[in-house]
């Protein structure tokens, strides 16, 4: 936290809890809320909630949204992003059964640095090798530089927006949010 505090230009922690109970102010509150959570992300990580995704989830959404044809997903603590293009990637595969249907995916944390890198989609061959199956990566990214870009289309299914799941459950309900379709 000493660090963070002379970022701050604070000469130390103790200086750091006293600007935080005397200021309030939001903008250092939230850079310490960010220091103290965690990123760590990956893609396609712990594969059962995709096998779900795959064997469960999506046949009954199909089943039950027939009426409407619109799937809303919310990647409520998106981190730096990898989870929402799994999922994205994942759609897109399925694109066969999805044809016609409406996708709306939106993105939110809270942590601000976090989320613009999530929304440029750029990643490092480390990071890709997370999980990232190789054809995946042929197939949806581009290098740019030493790094890896999800395609256009692939950022289009995606929104973002900045958002504490401790003070605001709603951003899935707010008018306004017009997904795209599989391409
Ligand atoms: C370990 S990452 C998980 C990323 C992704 N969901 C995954 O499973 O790969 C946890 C994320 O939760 C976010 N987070 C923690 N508390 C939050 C809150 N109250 N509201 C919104 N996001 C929060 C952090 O900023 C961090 O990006």
Not at 24 to 36: C, D, I, Q, R
Not at 109 to 119: Q, S, Y
Not at 131 to 143: A, E
Request: proline share 3%.
């Amino acid at each position: 936290m000493a660090p963070l505090a002379r970022k701050q230009g604070l000469a130390d922690l103790d200086e750091l809890i006293k600007a935080i109970r005397t200021r309030k102010e939001e903008k250092l509150l939230n850079f310490v809320t960010e220091a103290m959570t965690t990123n760590e992300s990956l893609f396609f990580r712990d594969m059962a909630p995709f096998d779900q995704l795959r064997k469960t989830i999506l046949p009954r959404i199909l089943a039950a949204r027939s009426g409407t044809r619109r799937i809303r997903i919310w990647s409520a603590a998106c981190s730096t992003g990898q989870e929402l293009y799994s999922i994205a990637m994942y759609l897109k595969e399925e694109a066969a059964s999805l044809a016609g249907w409406r996708i709306d995916i939106l993105a939110t944390d809270l942590a601000t640095e976090a989320l613009e890198k999530a929304k440029a989609g750029l990643y490092s061959q480390f990071e890709v090798q997370r999980g990232l199956p190789i054809q995946q990566l042929m197939k949806n990214f581009t290098k740019v530089g030493d790094m890896w870009q999800a395609s256009p289309a692939l950022r289009a299914m995606v929104q973002f927006q900045t958002n504490n799941l401790l003070t605001d459950l709603g951003p899935l309900n707010r008018a306004g949010f017009v997904g795209g379709s599989i391409s």
